[in-house]
């Protein structure tokens, strides 16, 4: 049973998937919050409890929405490569739903690649983080995503002591993985060439019909010349990919951990030395049983060597570069450092069948949230942003359960799963008796946003913090009135959100900030940031981390015309930062990242180091007038 069957007086029926959860009471589409609907539901619990394994610096959270218009994750940065099913990877950022991967299956770090499925991907933006391996290997991750180290998960980042102790990656840990990637060869007319060299002269187009439609597909750029069965005096790398990938194609294979090549031919025998000596391979060279005179080369440098080949040379013949079944759990890589960015990224994440998948050479943890939204007969990637369920009962439910003999006041976060100050929150307004049956209790709450709504619960928020902890944060990118008038009409002004945080300090809250977005060449100058960390740090703002413009479709166009009218200049250097889509030019975040650390370290608004975990600040708020969208 569909949801857009439960319509507004047709009846109060259990909801699929939900069983002890709740019962639905009716499905409202409201014309102010086009696109969305709000279906809602009498809820048996909403204090929820996290599983032990999870870690978290939190035991408990109260989650009054199920779904969300701007949900959030913990990710890697969009081009980190994922390994496929075939052998191949694909930046993290171009997989879709439905797309075969490879996951792993076993216990512990024993573990064996599986092809999988992806689920479910989607985009947030948070606070970034780089790991750098000792092999050079450097990957972007937010901090509560998990890799498989030697001895188990890990967190990004940590603490050994006190309530943000968890598992988390240190100077010299081992990663579990299947090796790194290197880039696959460019398409280039002496690949193709080594491509066709190496193939014919394994026997050409009698076996494999992969291999003969990719020679077939070739053959045009040579006209009627044969040169390319010659192998060249000196040949250089592209020519000498080509021609370990047509020669593994017909006279190799990949079986049981052991990928070999053979051919009989001295002079093709000595081309393929040459070939894996020229990019370092580690091999042994036999005879072959059943060919006395073929001689063979065998790759020994494990799995790691295997998939470098595999990307290296970019073989065609499926069957003989699949995976599947290969022991990844004795490739072990050292992490050399982890460090914050000091700057927000957009952060993508996938749901797999397996629960992990080979991120750069390796194994990461994936995210279960949004598919959980399909125990609701929901999918997990629109229906999430746009089928909202709402616990119109929480603050009843949640009072009754704080009031229990056996509840022991511990943290509660919200936040953590969909933020509790998204849209619906303007139509159910559930946080008001959420906040005051938490405080009554005296338990501590934080409360993790993106939602400009917090506005009108500061008041009831400051009492609050008069009993219990409380922990907010705000957004707030820029000083400029009039350009903040020009680029986000209707949002309160700068110096409206300075008040903000002025009254949430002197109430005792602490409170951090989004600098978001900052716009390449006009408001990431290092006197702009200097002047406007120094505001915040008068404000009493605890920490800041900053986030640059992101544009997608839509955005983009706006944006662009906007920058045409008012700063022509800046459009051919805009041309270039965002050449490649929504995101900008790495280049540049590395640039704004070492410009804005100093300035936070200098007013005292750095965030906290791996090694002395927090919880993740939330991306900027979203209003329906907010012209740069920022997911």
């Known amino acids: 049973m569909r949801w857009e069957q439960l319509r507004a007086g047709k009846g109060e029926p259990v909801l699929p998937g939900l069983g002890a959860f709740g019962e639905a009471v009716r499905s409202v589409r409201a014309p102010e919050f086009g696109g969305i ?113 030697a001895r188990g998960w890990k967190y990004v980042t940590g603490s050994r002591l006190g309530t943000a102790q968890r598992p988390h990656l240190e100077p010299g840990m081992e990663l579990v993985g299947a090796g790194r990637f290197v880039r696959t060869p460019d398409d280039t007319l002496g690949y193709r060439a080594g491509y066709l060299c190496g193939m014919l002269r394994s026997g050409g187009f009698a076996t494999e019909p992969e291999a003969a439609a990719r020679a077939l597909a070739y053959l045009p750029d040579f006209g009627s010349s044969a040169g390319f069965m010659r192998i060249p005096r000196e040949p250089d790398a592209h020519w000498a990919r080509g021609f370990l990938a047509g020669l593994f194609d017909l006279a190799g294979g990949y079986r049981r951990g052991a990928l070999t090549l053979a051919h009989d031919e001295t002079e093709v025998v000595e ?103 399909t125990y609701l007969d929901f999918d997990a990637g629109h229906d999430f942003d746009t089928q909202v369920v709402v616990k119109v009962n929480a603050p009843e439910v949640l009072a009754a359960q704080l009031t229990h003999p056996s509840w022991r006041r511990e943290p509660v976060a919200m936040g953590t799963n969909t933020d509790p100050y998204q849209r619906a929150e303007g139509r159910y307004r559930l946080m008001p008796g959420i906040i005051r049956a938490l405080a009554r209790s005296g338990t501590p709450l934080s409360i993790l946003t993106k939602g400009t709504m917090l506005s009108r619960d500061l008041p009831l928020l400051s009492v609050a913090g008069k009993d219990v902890p409380v922990r907010l944060a705000v957004s707030l990118a820029l000083l400029d009135r009039d350009l903040q008038r020009r680029l986000e009409p209707g949002t309160p002004s700068p110096q409206a959100r300075l008040d903000l945080l002025r009254k949430a300090a002197a109430a005792g809250l602490p409170c951090s900030v989004m600098v978001a977005p900052v716009l390449p060449y006009l408001t990431d100058s290092a006197e702009a940031l200097d002047a406007l960390f120094a505001e915040l740090a008068d404000a009493g703002v605890t920490s800041a981390t900053v986030l640059p413009l992101h544009l997608r479709p839509g955005a983009r166009e706006w944006f662009a015309s906007w920058l045409g009218r008012t700063h022509p200049a800046l459009v051919p250097r805009y041309r270039r930062l965002y050449a490649r889509g929504s995101y900008v030019d790495r280049g540049y975040r590395e640039l704004l990242a070492a410009r804005a650390g100093p300035l936070l370290r200098r007013h005292g608004l750095a965030p906290q180091t791996a090694n002395n975990h927090r919880e993740p600040e939330p991306p900027p708020p979203r209003t329906e007038t907010t012209q740069l969208r920022l997911l």
């Open 271 to 373: 081309a393929l030395f040459a070939a894996l000596d020229r990019f370092s391979f580690s091999y042994e060279t036999v005879g072959h049983r059943g060919h006395p005179g073929r001689r063979q080369a065998r790759l020994t440098g494990g799995t790691g060597e295997v998939l470098r080949f595999l990307h290296l040379a970019d073989p065609v013949v499926a069957w003989k570069r699949s995976l599947e079944g290969t022991v990844i759990g004795s490739v072990r890589r050292r992490v050399a450092a982890v460090e914050p960015m000091g700057l927000s990224l957009p952060l993508f994440d996938i749901t797999t069948g397996t629960g992990d998948f080979v991120a750069d050479g390796v194994v990461s943890h994936n995210c279960f949230a949004r598919h959980s939204h």
């Open 37 to 149: 609907t709000f279906h809602e539901v009498r809820a048996r619990s909403v204090l929820n409890r996290v599983p032990g394994e999870s870690a978290v610096p939190f035991r408990w959270s109260v989650n009054p929405y199920r779904g969300c218009s701007h949900a959030c994750t913990y990710c890697l940065e969009g081009s980190t490569p994922v390994l496929l099913a075939d052998g191949r990877a694909k930046p993290i950022a171009e997989l879709r739903t439905g797309d075969r991967i490879l996951g792993t299956r076993g216990h512990g770090v024993a573990r064996r690649l599986v092809p999988t499925e992806v689920l479910a991907q989607w985009s947030t933006v948070r606070e970034a983080y780089r790991i750098t391996l000792e092999d050079g290997t450097r990957l972007v991750a937010g901090a509560d995503h998990r890799f498989l180290g």
